[in-house]
């Protein structure tokens, strides 16, 4: 996400704060996008939480739980727009946020109705709320305390702070206290409401006083990345309606309502980062002073909100559309998901036109008419079945799309003109990519739902199967989307169409080996979506053929991928054929390994005449964006396994334990990439490219499986329902997990550093020592000690070998 400098980080900072350059760009952290990887696990509880209480009064509660995320996830934003988040003392303390954010995502379900037998849940909720807002309250008076300005806003904030803390406190406190004749849910949603009104003054004071912008692209960006976030939550429901990891077959309706939903999700993305999103970005760069952080206030910290609540009910909308194509649910609020499923859509829009009026009092033609005809349609969906309205939903918004590329397309190319060259660096991950790597959030997911499903070890060796079938899939693209140079129409339908075969493939991992009765082959839409993934890449490979003269020899180098297409249709034939009897035997298990041995051996040798790294940048952050999608994975099975317990004191332990396990796992890989990308990039030629196929295909593979090893072997030693085998397999899944991990990660170093880090290799050793040794203690002292080895020996590295993001690892 940073342009290639010459150094990676010329200064970690040591132990002081360091302020962020005035008009920086280029500059979000990976420290803010580990964090926001929370925030895809609140996003879904909320969701969830609506779902569970689908009723007036609980869609009031997500609104009001939606406004506090808003709140927690602000402050964070306006914090690493004043001072580094990765470097000096910042890191532990987003760690530290990082954990509260978990603990809340986990007190969500019990916002507001507390489980019996623990802590009380909306107490702990708004405990974990506070302490976020008071760190980034606390920081950001430190920094912008000076002047008669500063110091006047800053204790008008903490007044509203505390005033707005207490109401809340009250919220949690005073209704059990209330007699049987009041009713205690309307007041506690009343004293909610109150004290988040009062909490949302401290932006409009703040704003007035000596708190500014800093960096406009910093703001721009990070709200952007929100926009993406929302939409990935938004991707998940469309396949998770039912909940995270839990078997339902995988019908007709279900795949129709899918493929119809995520075309839903592309327009509502394409509306907003097509032309939008580098709209009000200029206008936020035009301003300046108090203008500017108006600007901000008003267009990102206030106008996006919504757009994001027009999101989250879109979701639930999906989601109750979902659960009522695949059971036969008489729901005592039967039209409520039409209108919720068309209310999200229109609030988006709504938001997309205020927010682009609110900048440079532009009207968008494109978003307006959709509001009005889908305000139209509001009135006749009611009176036809979910599946038809979502139907007549995919034709309003291709509608907005198809109106902007022809009917206004004169005045969209204008305005396209006039901001040219004003988007993302060239080299950076583009929005389209991201999108795309938010449908592999859901399949990653599904890959653990399979293992756990199967919680033994051919249920393990048939999740990794999977995983490296979705990671030739992920990286096969990547490499395509980093030689193509122009971005064509052949491009861009190739690229819709595997996101949707990759959705299908999520949809249907968990039955790819046993299929559910009354549902669709699974190993047979595994299969054909990815024969099919194969055709689009191939369509793009031939306008990268013709931008090369020099790959038009590479044609026939394609021989593995037609080898490994037969052996799985022949597997998908044999599936057909005997299904019952193919089931769950380990010959089939084999022919998969087969295939894929076939693939990737056949990509290793072909890979100088198959393959091009044109964007040193694009690559690395790619790859860097991936791996932080399999911690987001990480993050959700924590949250998964314990969703239904009540919230105790063990649990909380539990969640803060995982929370610094993952980011010490996490710390390991991010804190070298950036010296990892300047060292590619002193590579030419092609060294460049094995350098690349190397260390990013093929050594990633490996670290991604780890950390999805890690995610089950959470799930299975923090689930309460599970058998003696299954915690034990979960045991030493989790510590092997790490020292994989540990062991790739090195690899890695080796392979594009020529060195190693004795300190993780180490490190990898103790872990893998410790998991017999450490069979007989509790899940939880276990985790506790795993978190305890990774944050001592970051710190022993970090002493004895200084900062890694400080120097490049010297060659031997």
């Not at 379900?109 to 507390?114: H, K, N, R, V």
């Not at 505390?162 to 009343?190: C, K, N, R, W, Y």
């Not at 952080?293 to 027009?310: E, F, K, N």
């Not at 100088?608 to 791996?627: E, G, K, P, S, T």
């Amino acid at each position: 996400m940073r342009r290639d400098d010459p150094a990676p980080h010329p200064t970690a900072g040591g132990r002081r704060l360091v302020a962020r350059d005035p008009g920086a760009v280029g500059d979000v952290s990976w420290v803010e996008l580990f964090v926001d990887l929370l925030f895809v696990f609140a996003f879904l509880a909320v969701t969830t939480l609506m779902g569970e209480h689908f009723s007036p009064l609980g869609l009031v509660q997500g609104v009001l739980v939606i406004l506090l995320i808003w709140h927690c996830w602000t402050p964070c934003v306006w914090l690493g727009n004043v001072v580094h988040l990765d470097r000096g003392v910042m890191p532990p303390i987003m760690l530290g946020i990082a954990a509260a954010l978990l603990v809340i995502g986990v007190a969500i379900p019990e916002a507001f109705t507390d489980r019996q037998g623990g802590l009380p849940g909306p107490l702990v909720l708004i405990c974990g709320y506070l302490l976020i807002r008071a760190t980034a309250m606390v920081i950001l008076t430190f920094v912008r305390h000076r002047g008669e300005g500063g110091r006047r806003s800053a204790v008008a904030a903490w007044l509203i702070f505390i005033a707005g803390g207490l109401v809340l406190l009250a919220s949690a406190l005073v209704p059990p206290l209330l007699p049987a004749t009041v009713d205690a849910a309307l007041v506690q949603v009343a004293l909610f409401a109150v004290a988040l009104l009062i909490d949302s003054l401290i932006l409009v004071v703040a704003s007035k006083g000596g708190w500014q912008v800093v960096s406009p692209w910093h703001l721009a960006e990070r709200h952007a990345l929100i926009v993406l976030i929302a939409l990935g939550e938004t991707i998940i429901s469309i396949g998770a309606s039912e909940g995270l990891g839990v078997d339902r077959p995988v019908t007709p309706q279900l795949a129709v309502g899918a493929m119809l939903g995520i075309t839903v999700v592309f327009t509502l993305w394409w509306s907003y980062f097509d032309l939008a999103k580098v709209i009000i970005e200029r206008a936020l760069n035009a301003s300046a002073g108090t203008d500017r952080t108006r600007v901000g206030r008003d267009v990102y910290s206030g106008l996006h909100l919504p757009m994001i609540g027009g999101l989250i009910f879109f979701a639930l909308g999906l989601k109750h559309l979902n659960t009522h194509a695949t059971q036969e649910i008489a729901h005592p609020w039967p039209s409520a998901g039409t209108t919720i499923l068309y209310g999200g859509v229109l609030l988006y829009l709504g938001a997309l036109v205020a927010v682009e009026w609110r900048a440079v009092r532009l009207l968008g033609r494109g978003p307006l008419t959709a509001v009005a005809l889908l305000l139209a349609l509001l009135t006749v969906v009611g009176r036809i079945s979910e599946v038809q309205a979502l139907v007549v939903l995919v034709v309003a918004t291709c509608t907005m799309v198809a109106l902007d590329n022809t009917v206004f397309r004169q005045r969209h190319r204008q305005l396209h003109e006039s901001v040219e060259g004003e988007g993302t660096d060239v080299g950076a991950v583009d929005p389209r990519g991201l999108f795309v790597d938010l449908v592999f959030v859901y399949a990653f997911i599904e890959v653990t739902a399979l293992m756990n499903r199967f919680p033994t070890l051919l249920g393990l060796a048939q999740g990794m199967i999977l995983l490296a079938l979705l990671w030739w899939a992920w990286t096969s693209y990547t490499w395509l989307t980093n030689a193509v140079r122009q971005d064509s129409t052949v491009v861009r339908l190739s690229t819709a169409g595997i996101m949707t075969a990759v959705l299908l493939i999520g949809l249907a991992i968990p039955q790819a080996f046993v299929p559910l009765p009354d549902s669709l082959p699974g190993p047979l839409l595994v299969i054909g979506c990815y024969i099919f993934i194969q055709l689009m890449q191939g369509l793009i490979f031939r306008q990268i053929v013709r931008e090369n003269s020099d790959l038009r020899v590479a044609g026939s180098r394609f021989a593995g991928t037609a080898i490994t297409i037969v052996i799985l249709m022949v597997i998908a034939g044999v599936e057909v054929v005997a299904p019952d009897r193919v089931a769950r035997h380990p010959a089939m298990t084999l022919l998969w390994v087969v295939a894929l041995l076939v693939q990737y051996v056949a990509g290793y040798w072909a890979g100088n005449q198959l393959w091009r790294i044109r964007l040193v940048r694009h690559w690395a952050d790619r790859h860097a964006l991936v791996m932080l999608i399999a911690f987001g994975e990480a993050v959700l099975s924590v949250g998964v396994a314990i969703n239904d317990e009540p919230i105790s004191a063990p649990t909380l332990v539990v969640v803060v334990a995982s929370a610094v396990t993952l980011g010490t796992i996490w710390w390991s890989y991010f804190t070298a990439i950036d010296a990892a990308r300047i060292a590619l990039a002193a590579y030419e030629g092609d060294r460049r490219v094995r350098a690349a196929r190397d260390a990013y295909t093929y050594l990633h593979l490996p670290m991604v499986a780890g950390i999805v090893l890690v995610a089950y072997g959470l799930h299975q030693t923090l689930a309460a329902s599970q058998d003696r085998d299954s915690a034990l397999l979960g045991h030493y899944t989790l510590f092997l997990g790490v020292a994989l991990y540990l062991f790739s990660n090195q690899m890695f170093w080796l392979r594009i550093f020529r060195t190693t880090s004795r300190h993780r290799l180490i490190g990898a050793g103790v872990v893998t020592v410790l998991a017999p040794l450490t069979v007989a203690l509790p899940s939880v002292v276990s985790l506790l000690l795993l978190s305890v080895i990774g944050v001592v020996f970051a710190a022993v590295e970090a002493v004895q070998q200084g900062d890694p993001r400080t120097r490049q690892p010297t060659r031997t």
